[in-house]
């Protein structure tokens, strides 16, 4: 049954149809889902209204909707097509500069004894998972689980498959500092409101953000590593990026130096986002204020 499947999964036509469904779905998304559309665009307002007209920032409203389908589709097909042996050259075919990002992010990861990758909810987030275990970058990554049991199931299973070590978001932190302490790095997607974060710069408004790969950065003085994988235009070629090394330096108060890690943290993502917009979840509600602040810090 798995073979007929993977085979069927591999027909072009099969993936053209794929394709379609998740577009329909994110236009559904877009024309019925009002409170997410809505987001969505006021989020871009505020974030592009310099750059883009109304029209380009509903047209890309719509494809972030479409987007986020096209993430449950690959995940879909990348179940059965990450096991097979050859797939890092099939990725590399897919991937632009796969070999160059790769080998920088093992090479930080190796110089580091571990660091620290994020990744915002940009591209398909899902496939890091697996190339960083294809390559020998062993991976901590803190997961929140997903409102819709049947996309749960999917997404639960394929990120197991990975073989990383997955780690609910609750109460994640001493597992993450254990992981760091045994020469592994980290996988945190840490792009969604947090009101136990601190409150820096996103797209030039205060977006509460979680400090702990800064907090983790310091403890350990490990970098920050931000990393992303998007579809280009004709959606079965990407592009995938791998920052620098954000480490931590000589400070005088702690706090400063977590505020500093954690708006670098958001300036290279945001510069990742710019160039792709569409491929962002803007349907999050980033920008979310809170009433009651839990963080660990209130500067």
Sequence with gaps: MTQVLQRLLSLPATSKFLDIVAACLGNLLYLLGRKRRHIAIENLRHAMGGEKNNREIKQIARQSCQAFFLIVVETIRYLFMLSKPDILEELKERVEGLDEHLGKAKKIHEQSGGCIFVTPHFGNWEIFPHVSSI?????????????????????????????????????????????????????????????????????????????????????????????????????????????????????????????????????????????????????????????????????
């Design 135 to 299: 390559v020998g970058i062993p991976l901590a990554i803190v997961v929140r689980p997903i409102d819709i049991p049947f996309l749960e199931k999917i997404i639960y299973r394929h990120r197991a498959a990975s073989g990383q070590v997955i780690l609910p978001k609750r109460n994640a932190f001493f597992m993450l500092k254990k992981a760091l302490r045994q020469g592994k790095s980290l996988g945190i997607l840490p792009d969604q409101g947090d009101k136990r974060g601190i409150s820096v710069d996103f797209f030039g408004r205060k977006a509460m953000t979680t400090p702990v790969p800064a907090i983790l950065a310091v403890l350990y003085h490990r970098p920050i590593v931000v990393v992303a994988n998007c579809r280009k235009q004709d959606r079965y070629t990407y592009e995938a990026f791998v920052s620098d090394p954000i480490w931590p330096g000589e400070y005088e108060r702690e706090k400063a130096e977590i505020f500093r890690l954690t708006e670098k943290m958001n300036r290279e993502m945001e510069a990742i986002i710019r160039k792709y917009p569409e491929h962002y979840l803007w349907i999050h509600n980033r920008w979310k204020t809170y009433r009651t602040r839990k963080g660990l810090f209130k500067g």
